[in-house]
């Protein structure tokens, strides 16, 4: 594969640094927004850098992931608390998951194999 799949990664506290670098351990390109609220500029910036994928970070898992399903017709799927339920959502053909606070590196290596493995 030439490109590396894009996974972009927005939380509401600013981190998502652990989960990027599950991204890039994967073989993914890892996004992630800097700053307090960043969960709700995942659509924004899943359009700009055209991701494969969005992880979305809040308490109830939902906002970021709701907004970017509202703002640009994002599958979403959000109130999440494991990486399996993750995978599952990828097998699904959702493009944005939104988690609750869960900010470990396996979680993104593992989404990311995942992702690679369906797109081929």
Same mark, same amino acid.
């Given at each position: 594969?030439?490109?590396?799949?894009?996974?972009?990664?927005?939380? /509401?506290?600013?981190?998502?640094?652990?989960?990027?670098?599950?991204? !890039?351990? #994967?073989?993914? +390109?890892?996004?992630?927004?800097?700053?307090?609220?960043?969960?709700?500029?995942?659509?924004? !910036?899943?359009?700009?850098?055209? @991701? @494969?994928?969005?992880?979305?970070?809040?308490?109830? %898992?939902?906002? %970021? #992931?709701?907004? #970017?399903?509202?703002? =640009? %017709? =994002?599958? @979403? /799927? =959000? &109130?999440? /608390?494991?990486?399996?339920?993750?995978?599952?959502?990828?097998?699904?053909? =959702? +493009?944005?998951?939104?988690?609750?606070?869960?900010?470990?590196?396996?979680? &993104?290596?593992?989404?990311?194999?995942?992702?690679?493995?369906?797109?081929?």
């Amino acid at each position: 594969m030439s490109e590396k799949l894009v996974v972009v990664i927005g939380d /509401r506290l600013g981190k998502g640094q652990n989960v990027g670098k599950g991204v !890039e351990a #994967a073989g993914g +390109q890892a996004v992630v927004i800097s700053g307090f609220g960043a969960d709700m500029k995942l659509g924004d !910036e899943m359009q700009k850098h055209q @991701a @494969a994928l969005g992880i979305s970070f809040c308490g109830s %898992g939902g906002a %970021g #992931a709701i907004t #970017a399903q509202s703002k =640009y %017709g =994002y599958q @979403a /799927r =959000y &109130g999440m /608390r494991s990486i399996e339920e993750g995978i599952t959502a990828i097998q699904e053909g =959702y +493009q944005v998951l939104g988690f609750g606070f869960l900010d470990s590196e396996e979680l &993104g290596k593992r989404l990311t194999e995942e992702l690679m493995k369906l797109k081929g």
